[in-house]
């Protein structure tokens, strides 16, 4: 079992906060004050769902050990927060993600 991985913190890091962007890019953290439109519950799952598979193939593809995999999910679930959404969408999000890290 590989600790570490193939990959660097840094570029775990990098594609953690690429994967945000693609949240925040399809489903912003609240409305703006001009009346944006809400996004469907279909819409934001295959936003989601699409970000989930993105994580499985970098995964895959780089072998993450259980600290990348962890850093991984931190990472998101700490960008998630820190752009305003709540701590139960960021905490089922990175369940969700870590489950499709360790599933082969």
Request: glycine letters at 6%.
């Amino acid at each position: 079992m590989a600790l570490l991985g193939s990959v660097s913190s840094k570029q775990v890091d990098e594609f953690a906060r690429s994967l945000v962007a693609e949240v925040v890019k399809h489903y912003p953290p609240a409305p703006s004050a001009e009346g944006a439109r809400k996004a469907s519950q279909r819409k934001v799952a295959s936003v989601l769902e699409d970000v989930l598979r993105k994580a499985s193939d970098f995964g895959k593809q780089h072998k993450l050990g259980i600290y990348k995999k962890a850093r991984l999910g931190n990472t998101v679930r700490w960008e998630l927060k820190d752009l305003g959404y709540s701590d139960e969408f960021a905490e089922a999000l990175v369940k969700d993600l870590v489950f499709r890290l360790s599933v082969k």
